[in-house]
């Protein structure tokens, strides 16, 4: 059993920054490609960028690309992602994705385990 818990999001002004943080805990927790995904109300589950099992490869989304960066840390069983010049569509709920074979890996069903969300919510 995996168990993923995301921390660090909150309210912030267009144009600033937010860290969001996933750790993993249960055997082979970190073994796997992970990513990130956000909801918005209203909308799909949408892929945010992706992480391979040790880290040296990367991949974003259209939309996100240049501004958000996603990184892990095996050691310590973390995965960040360090959003920057944010947006009011960045707006959403934004999930903690482990569990994928595959890599690079946009679709939310290969993926194995999720958290429960934290809310990025970015004003104008």
């Known amino acids: 059993q995996v168990h993923l818990v995301e921390s660090g999001g909150g309210l912030v002004q267009a144009g600033g920054s937010l860290r969001l943080s996933c750790e993993a805990s249960g055997r082979r927790g970190i073994n796997y490609a992970m990513a990130w995904f956000r909801q918005a109300p209203g909308k799909e589950r949408e892929f945010v960028a992706c992480?391979?099992?040790?880290?040296?490869?990367?991949y974003y989304a259209d939309s996100v690309k240049g501004r958000f960066t996603i990184s892990r840390d095996n050691a310590k069983n973390t995965m960040s992602l360090q959003m920057n010049s944010l947006k009011p569509e960045d707006t959403a709920v934004y999930f903690c994705?482990?569990?994928?074979?595959?890599?690079?890996?946009?679709?939310?069903?290969?993926?194995?385990?999720w958290g429960q969300g934290t809310q990025v919510t970015v004003s104008s």
């Open positions: 994705a482990g569990g994928s074979m595959w890599y690079p890996n946009i679709d939310p069903i290969r993926y194995g385990y």
């Open positions: 992480i391979n099992q040790d880290g040296v490869s990367a």
